[in-house]
């Protein structure tokens, strides 16, 4: 199973809004309602900031946004903050009834 | 609130085995998947393994099937991963995680590092 893919990096300015991309295969992101995005600080546990394609869990601020078209994910942060610095992750479920990664994006507050 | 602290970590020679444990709190331990999942240092996310809700099915990604077995004990609320055959590859935290159809709570992650 090949990890999603992601951009490397993003960047923003303070207050700005930035999109992350996560591109599957229609056996696993466009097959399926089940994609999560995680937040990763360094040293830190990844952190669920969407489920279900769009769903924030409760206390996960309305900056956060997802959506999918076709075989891509999209996760949006509205408002860039300085502690949204962090390393980002897609995940989905997959037709094998497996689960699999996007490649990570860093995104970096300017 | 959910909890899942991870314990078993440490150094192992490669060829030698070792199991990991998730102890799980604050949640209905019978009613939920779970997950392992490995990042290497440095590295991404890597997805391990998946054990349903009710132990009857589990599965396992291509670079770890044969030589990791995942189990739950409900008696125990605790969450097994036992890893065989390791690797110099297999270096890497592993985070035990709770879902179904996503993988929406982790723990803190135990180390594990294989070298000689």
């Known amino acids: ?96 009834s497996t689960y699999v990664f996007g490649t990570g994006t860093k995104v970096t507050v300017l | 609130q959910v909890q899942l602290v991870e314990s078993g970590g440490g150094v192992v020679q490669p060829g030698g085995s070792l199991r990991l444990s998730c102890a799980a709190s604050g949640f209905t331990f019978s009613s939920y998947g779970l997950h392992w999942v490995r990042q290497a240092p440095g590295k991404g996310l890597e997805w391990v393994a998946f054990i349903r809700y009710d132990g009857s099915n589990k599965y396992y990604a291509d670079s770890v099937k044969g030589r990791f077995t995942i189990s739950r004990d409900t008696s125990k609320n605790t969450l097994y991963l036992q890893m065989n055959s390791l690797r ?29």
């Open chain 1, 1 to 96: 199973q090949s990890a999603l893919t992601q951009p490397a990096s993003v960047s923003g300015s303070p207050g700005q809004s930035i999109t992350i991309s996560c591109t599957g295969t229609s056996s696993d992101v466009g097959g399926y309602n089940y994609v999560c995005w995680y937040q990763q600080h360094p040293g830190k546990a990844p952190k669920v900031m969407i489920y279900d394609v769009s769903n924030r869990p409760s206390g996960v601020s309305d900056r956060f946004s997802g959506s999918k078209s076709g075989n891509t994910a999209s996760l949006t942060i509205s408002g860039l903050q300085a502690e949204d610095e962090a390393d980002y992750y897609c995940s989905s479920f997959t037709i094998s």
């Open chain 2, 88 to 116: 110099a590859e297999d270096t890497s935290v592993y985070y035990c995680a709770k879902g179904s159809w996503g993988i929406y709570d982790w723990g803190q992650g135990t180390l594990v590092t294989v070298s000689s």
